[in-house]
């Protein structure tokens, strides 16, 4: 399949005759369908061209892996791939998280959006990083607010993931 490049979405158009873009999106969940195309996420546009799914062209030159991970680099989107690449291969069904502050949504094997609600919610920190006491109580408020667990993928200085499951106690 062919996608093009612009603007940091990877656009996968609609042919008549051609079911696969829309089997990607019912059968795998990739993207979301608008108009007479498929739009992906710069990360899961990543994801397929390193599976051979996809490939990717950018004014009409293919753009190779390298190209794609530093530019996800440059959008200090790196962390968040590995993350999205190591869930999705473990066969989850990963949404964008953006309106509950986090990175994304995770769904359990079997289930989908609009056949079952996610199950955690996953924010993405760098080994280094420094939290904030209240931030991350925070994090935990909005899951427990929307009936999630928080996931929390810690990423080392080798890109290594490990991987906390928090939860909301009362005392």
Same mark, same amino acid.
Not at 50 to 56: A, F, H, T, V, Y
Not at 76 to 90: E, G, Q, S, T, W
Not at 124 to 139: C, G, M, P, R, T
Not at 158 to 171: A, G, L, M, Q, S
């Given at each position: 399949?062919?996608?093009? !490049?612009?603007?940091?979405? %990877?656009?996968?158009?609609?042919?008549?005759?051609?079911?696969?873009?829309?089997?990607?999106?019912?059968?795998?969940?990739?993207?979301?369908?608008?108009?007479?195309?498929? =739009?992906?996420?710069?990360?899961?546009? /990543? $994801?397929? !061209?390193?599976?051979?799914?996809?490939?990717?062209?950018?004014? @009409?030159?293919? /753009?190779?892996?390298? $190209?794609?991970?530093?530019?996800?680099?440059?959008?200090?989107?790196?962390?968040?791939?590995?993350?999205?690449? @190591? #869930?999705?291969?473990?066969?989850?069904?990963?949404?964008?998280? *953006?309106? *509950?502050?986090?990175?994304?949504?995770? $769904? @359990?094997?079997?289930?989908?959006?609009?056949?079952?609600?996610?199950?955690? !919610?996953?924010? %993405?920190? *760098?080994? =280094?990083?420094?939290?904030?006491?209240? @931030?991350?109580?925070?994090?935990?408020?909005?899951?427990?607010?929307?009936?999630?667990? #928080?996931?929390?993928?810690?990423?080392?200085?080798? *890109?290594?993931?490990?991987? $906390?499951?928090?939860?909301?106690?009362?005392?």
């Amino acid at each position: 399949m062919r996608g093009n !490049l612009s603007n940091e979405i %990877v656009s996968v158009k609609i042919e008549e005759g051609s079911k696969r873009p829309i089997a990607l999106h019912e059968k795998s969940n990739f993207g979301k369908i608008e108009a007479d195309s498929l =739009n992906l996420s710069l990360i899961e546009a /990543c $994801y397929l !061209l390193e599976k051979g799914r996809l490939n990717i062209y950018e004014d @009409d030159i293919e /753009c190779t892996i390298g $190209y794609i991970i530093d530019l996800l680099k440059e959008q200090d989107n790196y962390a968040k791939y590995i993350v999205y690449r @190591d #869930l999705k291969d473990r066969g989850y069904v990963i949404k964008t998280g *953006f309106k *509950f502050g986090s990175e994304f949504r995770l $769904y @359990d094997r079997g289930r989908s959006p609009g056949h079952g609600h996610s199950d955690y !919610l996953v924010k %993405v920190i *760098f080994e =280094n990083y420094n939290i904030d006491a209240l @931030d991350f109580a925070s994090y935990i408020r909005v899951s427990h607010g929307v009936n999630k667990k #928080l996931l929390l993928a810690i990423v080392d200085d080798d *890109f290594d993931i490990t991987y $906390y499951n928090i939860e909301w106690t009362r005392p």
